[in-house]
């Protein structure tokens, strides 16, 4: 088996600062994705990754930046933290579609708050 | 548009006793959805808990079932008697069936509370 790990697992940050939010994976997986959870609602993609350098925007795009340099990592930059903002950041994977499809693997989470 | 409902939690009950949660859902814009429940256990992250592609069909795993019913657009989770391990909460998610696990959507997320 594998696992997915998220680094930092709490964040605070100030109004204004960028925060970085880093994901590791040894599944191999071709595919990485970043959601947002906020309270009361579902999850929203944010970016996700289907290989190495590719980078795809989710619905939730604006406000962020991603980065995927290896297979293994995917890291997210909230480039400007806003007041009052808390939300948990998800970090997971997945391997090519066909018989997989809608099969993701997930990290803990990284609980983002902002003062 | 695209969408999933669910039983708002939290959801309490009793060891052994029987659960249902609902889960609706709208595909207007996929042609063949895919149903998915996921689960997350405390301290852990999501992971999906079963699946079904096929309208009609049922899936099951670990005393849960859930059957793909396409006329009442529903994939209600039930077990038939609840475990305190069971405590947990549990998303349904509606994928496009097509390979992109990008579009999946999900429901809120259910906590279900199962007290000894």
């Known amino acids: 088996g594998g696992i997915i790990t998220q680094t930092p697992k709490f964040l605070i940050g100030q109004e204004g600062q960028k925060l970085t939010l880093k994901c590791q994976q040894n599944?191999?997986?071709?595919?990485m994705y970043w959601y947002r959870q906020d309270s009361g609602k579902g999850l929203r993609l944010i970016y996700y990754?289907?290989?190495?350098?590719?980078?795809q925007k989710g619905d939730l795009s604006e406000g962020y930046d991603a980065s995927r340099e290896k297979k293994s990592s995917f890291s997210l930059t909230v480039t400007s933290a806003q007041k009052n903002e808390m939300a948990v950041f998800l970090c997971a994977s997945s391997p090519l579609g066909g018989t997989n499809t809608g099969q993701l693997y997930f990290g803990e989470g990284s609980k983002l708050t902002v003062l | 548009g695209d969408s999933v409902t669910q039983t708002e939690g939290p959801v309490t009950v009793s060891e052994s006793e029987s659960l249902i949660i609902n889960c609706t859902y709208s595909a207007t814009s996929i042609a063949y959805p895919n149903l998915f429940w996921y689960v997350r256990y405390p301290g852990e992250g999501l992971q999906l808990l079963l699946k079904?592609?096929?309208a009609g069909q049922k899936g099951s795993s670990r005393g849960f079932e859930a059957t793909y019913n396409k006329e009442t657009t529903s994939f209600h989770l039930q077990k038939a008697s609840v475990q305190e391990s069971d405590s947990a909460v549990y998303y349904c998610?509606?994928?496009?069936?097509?390979?992109?696990?990008?579009?999946?959507?999900w429901g809120l997320g259910t906590s279900l509370v199962v007290n000894p």
């Open positions: 990754s289907i290989t190495e350098n590719d980078l």
């Open positions: 998610a509606l994928g496009s069936g097509v390979g992109d696990n990008s579009k999946l959507i």
């Open positions: 079904v592609i096929t």
């Open positions: 599944f191999n997986h071709d595919t």
